[in-house]
């Protein structure tokens, strides 16, 4: 009975063929995951970088990291005009 070979040799070769477009499919579907999820990350981080820039920008334009700078590291004299309006003496909080 050939025909019963045939049949089973047939039935063996779409197995395979299932197989293979079965892990084909899946290979395709995890790269499509992959792929947008990167893309979501590229576009997160270019986002963020854009945001960084424009604070900065606007930090220059208004002065405000320049007067960040004067406050954080203030002159001599000012320190010395600090501690002398210091009040001393008992009773005096440091």
Do not use: Y
């Amino acid at each position: 009975m050939p025909w019963l070979e045939i049949l089973a040799e047939t039935q063996r070769q779409a197995a395979t063929r299932g197989l293979e477009l079965a892990v084909f499919a899946a290979g395709l579907l995890i790269g499509l995951v992959a792929g947008v999820g990167g893309w979501s990350m590229w576009r997160r981080h270019r986002r963020a970088v854009a945001s960084r820039k424009a604070r900065r920008r606007i930090w220059r334009r208004d002065g405000w990291a320049e007067s960040a700078d004067r406050i954080a590291t203030p002159s001599p004299d000012e320190l010395e005009r600090q501690f002398k309006d210091t009040p001393k003496g008992p009773g005096t909080t440091p």
